[in-house]
């Protein structure tokens, strides 16, 4: 190996493979980038990491960071180490590395197959939406999301021609992989519209943070002032819907249509998580003596 390339800093190269990715998955990618800089924040390399320094030792910090400190959850772990994985096998494809240190490392606890358990029920639902919150537009946004299943860049883009009060459907595109989705218009949805500009393109048009930060804690103050002991963000929205309409259907089809999946691949996530609840409910049954008197 070419000593200049043994010692070629990894986060250069991590930027220079994401300006020629293509693929639409380029947000998690420069997302799994960003939480690799993040931890190496915390190690002795800071924002310089050669080549040949990235050894098996880090790469075992790194998942512990990801395990334990990432504030990360469900499968988001593994499929940022998946990412960041895919970068070295380029990096060896080059001849900048000669092994991937993640290769031999248990990914134990990164791989959950499942959804975080922190999506709302309905007595959570009920409290959250009789509680005050300060931000009128994430209250309203988060609450038309936990009955559409739409996440924060499909409610930005939502427009007033995607609704159809005479029809009584809401249609959107997911961002993600441009399906659509069209559901019916609860009247929980037509409420919130109530008070919002149709005279704009955008339902949601100045209504809401310029960042995802900024949502997330308008969020996070309202769940607290709801004493909800749960970390809900907006993508939240997402997963209670889709876990409602999974607890009452029971089909994975009618799940996968209702939140723009191209398979019902993904929609097993909701059914296990439906499963454990029923799981709980039948085990806190009350236990009653059977001896007759």
């Known amino acids: 190996m070419p000593k200049f390339k043994k010692e070629t800093n990894f986060l250069d190269y991590a930027d220079v493979y994401c300006t020629k990715y293509k693929n639409k998955d380029i947000k998690k990618v420069t997302s799994a ?5 993040t931890f190496l924040k915390t190690t002795n390399y800071k924002n310089v990491l050669p080549f040949n320094c990235f050894d098996e030792a880090l790469a ?9 400190d990432s504030g990360l959850t469900a499968s988001t772990p593994g499929s940022y180490l998946e990412k960041l994985t895919r970068i070295i096998k380029s990096a060896m494809r080059e001849r900048y590395m000669l ?3 993640f290769e031999y490392l248990s990914k134990k606890g990164l791989n959950k197959d499942g959804i975080p358990k922190n999506v709302l029920n309905n007595q959570e639902l009920q409290i959250l939406f009789n509680t ?3 931000n009128i537009g994430v209250r309203k946004a988060f609450i038309i999301a936990c009955y559409t299943g739409m996440g924060e860049a499909e409610i930005r883009k939502l427009r007033w021609e995607d609704i159809d009060v005479i029809n009584k459907t809401i249609k959107y595109r ?3 992989t441009h399906t659509v989705a069209s559901n019916f218009l609860h ?4 409420q919130q519209l109530i008070g919002l500009n149709r005279s704009k393109e955008f339902v949601f048009n100045g209504e809401l943070p310029t960042c995802t930060n900024g949502i997330n804690k308008a969020l996070a103050r309202w769940v607290k002032s709801a004493n909800i002991q749960k970390k809900i963000t907006f993508y939240c929205g997402r997963h209670t819907f889709g876990t ?11 799940v996968a249509q209702a939140m723009g999946h191209k398979s019902t691949r993904f929609t097993d996530r909701y059914t296990k998580l439906v499963e454990e609840e029923h799981i709980k409910a039948v085990e806190s ?7 007759i008197a």
């Open 244 to 254: 409602s309409v999974c607890r009452v259907s029971g089909n994975q089809k009618v």
């Open 174 to 176: 997911r961002c993600k």
């Open 187 to 190: 009247p929980m949805i037509e």
């Open 285 to 291: 049954l009350p236990f009653f003596s059977t001896e």
């Open 99 to 101: 092994n991937n240190p």
């Open 132 to 134: 005050f919150c300060s």
């Open 33 to 37: 980038i960003k939480h690799f800089r």
């Open 60 to 68: 075992y910090d790194f998942i512990d960071y990801l395990k334990k």
